[in-house]
């Protein structure tokens, strides 16, 4: 059965902040690769029709706007094709529109399925709402012979002030955007949606889209009553989706893979008064020392400056005294927080935790500050206001990252879903949690850190609703098969080569770990025909910086199972 769900997903960006098939090095792009076909719906003089002459920039040779904004999103598309199998192309039915723009924030884009059909030949869950694109691939044949996605882009972003501050769409293919914003990682967020990354169910009410629930809702695990959202009632359904942090996609891939997609997570722990003891979930912070499993036990105690607002810690501090040796507790707002942190640092405190003002919930910091040597951490407005009124009684908590659960996760490493309260439509459910570090394609909001072409723990996501076999962290007598990979020279100083063959074609994911299973580097992310490959890892991370000496793991993902080796960086 077929329906239309009027339903999309919404990009946005709030300031604080490829190639073909054919082009890919060794890289074969087979029968089973997808071919998605983007549609032009614009009208003449428009979006993907601008006449206006463009420079080539980044890799992106066209010679208009409209030509350039067409091969980005080829260039995305193709990226999703080598990643997903399917017999039947893949219709995308796209255009450039006046979307909401203001000087801080915009609607980047927004997209959906334009069909969902349930209990086809080919389904792997009777009663449950499938996205077009996904429901063709399963059934094996084009269920409505008809456009699978609709997606809008918006045209306001054309170097006006009034828009992003005159921020324009950069139509590179190399992530190198500066100041404007990179069209690229904006389509393959929104291809994800449109490809299966979104309910149908309505989650202001909770009901589902005439009756039935969404594939994506048999994924979602509500901690609060231990149900899925294809057990739960509406009204379950609706407070679910304004739980903050309480909603976990238990897919078996995408739970084992954050392990190693995802950094450990930081949060503070409040032992102490009993009322208020928890775990506080906490963003990511590129400055300050780094935190530890044990941690930094002490107690909170409220920063004050005497100035302004002065529980902010823009200014000097006034209470250095009560201050030494505790953990400040500090306002966010009106200065940057490498500033709050100095100056608490300053007054002998050796940890700051930041309250958001607003409810947002807990935010990554990202600015560097090498003078600052104290551990950072913060917590969402919810718990900013728990701890603040029990701070003139005591209140004790370590801050420290988890010992095994990463960053936008819950205990268990399922990966969170985005849940704020209120709830944000087009937002919430359908996005990873913003706590997730590094950033993740299919967060609400796109990220400046994105790689182009790299989709993280999405493709794992995949894998759970049915694009991908799973394979990932299942042990089956395939995986004795399971080629293997080896790196020489090693020990290396500058490269080494990690060398494999295949017995059968078919997806590819060459990676390199730390010991700790943070990702290092993604080698290749592509489907290879049969027989030997090698790749050079010349020893620089993902963000292009060079790594030290030590030991690191090589791991080969195919059909066939996981393969490790082990490779030696010296001086």
């Known amino acids: 059965m077929r329906q239309h769900p009027r339903t999309s997903a919404l990009t946005t960006l709030a300031f604080a902040a490829l190639m073909p098939c054919a082009a890919i090095p060794v890289v074969v792009c087979p029968v089973l690769a997808a071919n998605i076909t983007i549609v032009n719906a614009d009208g003449a003089g428009e979006g993907f029709n601008d006449p206006t002459a463009a420079v080539p920039v980044g890799g992106n040779a066209g010679a ?40 801080t924030g915009a609607v980047l884009g927004s997209a959906g399925p334009l069909g969902v059909f349930r209990d086809f ?65 904006v389509v393959m967020h929104e291809l994800g949606h449109g490809l299966g990354f979104s309910t149908t169910t309505n989650g202001t009410t909770g009901n589902y889209l005439s009756g039935f629930p969404a594939l994506w809702d048999h994924f979602l695990l509500d901690r609060v ?58 963003g990511k912070s590129l400055f300050g020392a780094a935190l530890t499993t044990g941690g ?8 004050l400056d005497g100035s302004g607002s002065t529980t902010d810690a823009c200014e000097a501090i006034t209470n250095g005294a009560a201050l030494s040796g505790k953990i400040a507790f500090v306002d966010r707002g009106t200065c940057p927080f490498t500033q709050k942190a100095l100056n608490v640092q300053a007054a002998g405190a050796v ?69 704020p309260n209120p709830f944000q439509g087009g937002s919430s459910v359908s996005h990873f949690e913003v706590l997730s570090y590094p950033n993740a394609l299919m967060e609400p909001a796109i990220n400046l850190d994105l790689a182009p072409g790299d989709v993280d723990l999405t493709r794992f996501l995949f894998e759970d609703i049915g694009w991908l076999p799973r394979t990932t962290g299942v042990s089956t007598p395939a995986a004795s098969r399971a080629a293997s990979v080896v790196g020489a020279p090693n020990p290396f100083q500058s ?49 292009g910086r060079e790594v030290g000496a030590g030991v690191f793991l090589s791991r080969l993902r195919t059909g066939d199972g996981d393969s490790y080796g082990r490779l030696v960086r010296v001086n």
């Open 351 to 419: 940890g700051i935790i930041i309250a958001n003002n607003v409810n947002t919930g807990a935010f990554e910091m990202l600015a560097t500050n090498g003078s600052v040597t104290i551990p950072v951490t913060n917590v969402d407005q919810i718990g900013g206001n728990l701890i603040r009124p029990q701070l003139a009684g005591g209140v004790t908590a370590t801050m420290r990252i988890h010992p095994t659960a990463r960053a936008g996760t819950d205990d268990l490493n399922r990966p969170l879903l985005y849940t």
């Open 225 to 282: 009553t231990s149900l899925h959202w294809d057990q739960m009632s509406a009204g379950q359904r609706a407070a679910s989706a304004i739980s903050n942090y309480q909603l976990s996609w238990d897919g078996d891939a995408a739970t084992f893979e954050s392990r190693f997609e995802l950094d450990p997570r930081p949060e503070n722990v409040v032992t102490a008064p009993a009322g208020i003891a928890g775990t506080y979930l906490s």
């Open 495 to 543: 490269s080494a080569v990690l060398r494999f063959e295949l017995s059968r074609p078919g997806l590819v994911d060459l990676s390199v770990f730390d010991t700790q299973g943070r990702l290092v580097r993604r080698i290749t992310n592509a489907w290879m025909p049969a027989g030997p490959h090698g790749f050079e890892w010349n020893g620089l991370d993902d963000a």
């Open 121 to 185: 030949g080919g389904a792997e869950f009777a009663g449950h709402w499938y996205h077009s694109a996904l429901a063709n691939k399963l059934a094996g044949f084009d269920l409505d012979g008809g456009d699978d996605i609709q997606a809008q882009f918006n045209s306001n972003l054309n170097g006006s002030p009034g828009c992003l501050g005159g921020a324009g769409w950069y139509l590179g293919l190399d992530g190198v955007e500066g100041i404007n914003v990179d069209l690229l990682p």
């Open 296 to 303: 930094v036990t002490a107690q909170v105690v409220q920063a």
């Open 64 to 103: 208009t706007v409209g030509a350039q904004r067409l091969i980005v999103f080829q260039t995305a598309a193709n990226y999703w094709g080598t990643l997903l199998p399917s017999a039947v192309t893949i219709r995308v039915n796209a255009r450039f529109d006046p979307l909401t723009c203001t000087p």
